[in-house]
């Protein structure tokens, strides 16, 4: 077992390894969270900061769980209210944090390659918790456990990913992931919510959702992403669930045992129909919340272990 990151931006510079390590790691951390018994102890004496520029209550919740599950010293910055805000520079940001001593950084900015800059100017590991359009790999990661628990394998699916895919971090990450691990992807989009140079994920690309659905293992809606949006992608709301939300018919494209994914938050009777969403039977909307945890915790102990091993050196 290998997991030589010392931090985690993204996931196109993982090797497979790498990935199938901490998805082992996280699976026992989600039976232990399961049971009540999760190590306090694997980062005790190590304090985490959760900087989040962008407003994300499920992901930094998720973040500040994991950390206090495994016993670090948690605290959030209010980036909203910040000196940010009074014209202090990323870089400024960068050498206010050293100056704390932090090991463990967690970060979410609206802007591409903001946390990968943050990490070039900080002594501490850093985890990218999404950062505009470019990738969100503990997202992805979640999604890859959720599946593998679901399917019992991670590999040589049939997997749709479908909606906004032209704004999505959730898509780039999923689509570099889900192919590192032999797996089929197709991409379900309107031509407006497809990005250009989609192509080159070497990825399937379908504009009808029936079609882009038949016989796949996973089915992965995305959410609209209108913050990113600065023309009329869509014709309306409800055109756009007529034809790319996700229904009980379009659903039957599927095969019989797909499951439903999304990464939340979810805007019912547009991205998905309520009844799906809450299916007990097909939809793994909750455990990828619950697998949200345990990747984090994983993520953390392994780039923790990292950390405290370079400075012994």
Same mark, same amino acid.
């Given at each position: 077992?290998?997991?030589?990151?010392?931090?985690?931006?993204?996931?196109?510079?993982?090797?497979?390894?790498?990935?199938?390590?901490?998805?082992?790691? &996280?699976?026992?951390? $989600?039976?232990?969270? %399961?049971?009540?018994?999760?190590?306090?102890?694997? @980062?005790?004496? *190590? !304090?985490?900061?959760?900087?989040?520029?962008?407003?994300?209550?499920?992901?930094?919740?998720?973040?500040?769980?994991?950390?206090?599950?495994?016993?670090?010293?948690?605290?959030?910055?209010?980036?909203?209210?910040?000196?940010?805000?009074?014209?202090?520079?990323?870089?400024?940001?960068?050498?206010?944090?050293?100056?704390?001593?932090?090991?463990?950084?967690?970060?979410?900015?609206?802007?591409?390659?903001?946390?990968?800059?943050?990490?070039?100017?900080?002594?501490? &590991?850093?985890?990218? $918790?999404?950062?505009? %359009?470019?990738?969100?790999?503990?997202?992805?990661? @979640?999604?890859? *456990? !959720?599946?593998?628990?679901?399917?019992?394998?991670?590999?040589?699916?049939?997997?749709?990913?479908?909606?906004?895919?032209?704004?999505?971090?959730?898509?780039?990450?999923?689509?570099?992931?889900?192919?590192?691990?032999?797996?089929?992807?197709?991409?379900?989009?309107?031509?407006?919510?497809?990005?250009?140079?989609?192509?080159?994920?070497?990825?399937?690309?379908?504009?009808?959702?029936?079609?882009?659905?038949?016989?796949?293992?996973?089915?992965?809606?995305?959410?609209?992403?209108?913050?990113?949006?600065?023309?009329?992608?869509?014709?309306?709301?409800?055109?756009?669930?007529?034809?790319?939300?996700?229904?009980?018919?379009?659903?039957?494209?599927?095969?019989?045992?797909?499951?439903?994914?999304?990464?939340?938050?979810?805007?019912?009777?547009?991205?998905?129909?309520?009844?799906?969403?809450?299916?007990?039977?097909?939809?793994?909307?909750?455990?990828?919340?619950?697998?949200?945890?345990?990747?984090?915790?994983?993520?953390?102990?392994?780039?923790?272990?990292?950390?405290?091993?370079?400075?012994?050196?």
């Amino acid at each position: 077992m290998t997991f030589r990151a010392r931090h985690l931006l993204g996931i196109e510079h993982l090797h497979p390894t790498e990935i199938t390590t901490l998805l082992d790691l &996280a699976d026992t951390y $989600a039976e232990a969270n %399961r049971a009540g018994t999760a190590p306090r102890d694997r @980062l005790a004496g *190590l !304090t985490q900061i959760n900087m989040f520029f962008e407003n994300s209550t499920r992901t930094q919740a998720s973040f500040e769980m994991a950390g206090k599950k495994l016993g670090a010293d948690v605290m959030n910055m209010s980036m909203q209210t910040s000196s940010v805000k009074k014209g202090e520079t990323l870089i400024d940001t960068a050498l206010t944090l050293n100056a704390m001593h932090p090991d463990l950084l967690v970060v979410r900015h609206p802007s591409s390659g903001a946390v990968d800059l943050l990490a070039q100017k900080v002594n501490c &590991a850093v985890l990218n $918790a999404g950062d505009g %359009r470019h990738e969100h790999p503990t997202q992805a990661l @979640l999604d890859a *456990l !959720t599946i593998r628990r679901a399917k019992g394998r991670l590999h040589r699916l049939s997997i749709a990913i479908c909606g906004d895919i032209a704004h999505s971090r959730v898509a780039r990450s999923n689509i570099m992931l889900l192919g590192k691990m032999e797996n089929r992807i197709r991409l379900i989009a309107p031509p407006t919510l497809m990005p250009t140079g989609i192509a080159d994920f070497g990825a399937e690309v379908f504009t009808d959702m029936r079609k882009g659905l038949e016989g796949v293992d996973v089915v992965m809606m995305l959410r609209l992403q209108k913050e990113r949006m600065d023309g009329g992608f869509i014709p309306s709301e409800r055109e756009y669930f007529h034809r790319y939300g996700l229904d009980a018919e379009k659903l039957s494209h599927a095969k019989p045992d797909a499951i439903v994914m999304h990464p939340g938050p979810m805007n019912r009777g547009v991205e998905i129909d309520g009844t799906i969403a809450d299916d007990i039977n097909r939809s793994v909307i909750q455990t990828q919340v619950e697998m949200g945890v345990a990747v984090r915790m994983a993520a953390m102990d392994l780039l923790a272990q990292n950390l405290r091993a370079a400075r012994a050196a």
